[in-house]
């Protein structure tokens, strides 16, 4: 069977960026699609038209959305190669668990490190600390989520920290000061091509969050 592979993505989404990882991880070839998301097209709209968001995998014609979904799409299609969840049950079991509490819990606090003044901001750099510090208990002693080698949960996590300048700055606090195993796990990370080659560069992220501080009127 063809393979024709496509990635409906925009550059500074971490939820991209897991689809970006997990491509690489594999040696996957694809036609690599960008996005305007303020002018979405009409391929999006067709492949996604429930979310209307990015990112979509669209496999040999079929697409495929929601940013972990398709990761272990991935691994379940390409499953001879670099595996990216734990063969045993359990141990898949709580790196999905994992993968989910960061799309339920971080996002949104991350988001009001910039998007938000005042308290709601302090809440939101208190929350993005206490969930940071509980993914290092995660992590404990290993290099990686995953053990030896990037994981499922690696991949959902690392990509918010191409943002982690901007949360700092705009909300002037240090995340390697409360949480040195992630900054430490962070740089491990990056040292993986599959991840260094699929996460913008963190100083051209932070122009992009004070253009859409601006739109929002939060300059
Ligand atoms: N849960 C989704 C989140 C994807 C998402 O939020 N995508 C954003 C970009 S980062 C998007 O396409 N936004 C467009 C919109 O909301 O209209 C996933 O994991 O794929």
């Not at 959305?65 to 398709?70: A, K, L, Q, R, Y």
Request: proline share 5%; with cysteine.
């Amino acid at each position: 069977m063809a393979n024709e592979v496509k990635l409906l993505d925009f550059w500074p989404s971490m939820f991209g960026m897991r689809v970006r990882i997990a491509l690489a991880e594999k040696g996957v070839a694809y036609e690599y699609v960008e996005e305007d998301l303020r002018n979405k097209s009409p391929l999006l709209l067709q492949m996604n038209p429930i979310h209307k968001k990015i990112p979509v995998l669209v496999h040999n014609g079929k697409p495929i959305s929601e940013s972990s979904i398709i990761v272990q799409y991935i691994d379940e299609t390409w499953k001879d190669r670099a595996p990216l969840l734990p063969s045993d049950p359990y141990e898949r079991a709580q790196a999905r668990f994992w993968v989910d509490f960061i799309d339920k819990k971080l996002y949104d606090e991350t988001r009001k490190t910039w998007g938000s003044k005042g308290e709601e901001q302090e809440a939101g750099k208190r929350g993005m600390i206490a969930i940071l510090k509980q993914l290092e208990e995660v992590l404990g002693e290993k290099a990686f989520f995953g053990g030896e080698c990037l994981g499922f949960l690696d991949i959902g996590l690392i990509g918010f920290s191409s943002w982690f300048y901007s949360y700092e700055t705009i909300g002037k606090f240090s995340i390697e000061a409360e949480c040195p195993k992630i900054m430490a796990w962070v740089k491990r990370c990056l040292q993986k091509e599959s991840v260094s080659k699929s996460l913008p560069d963190p100083m051209k992220v932070y122009p992009f969050v004070l253009e859409i501080m601006k739109a929002l009127g939060l300059d």
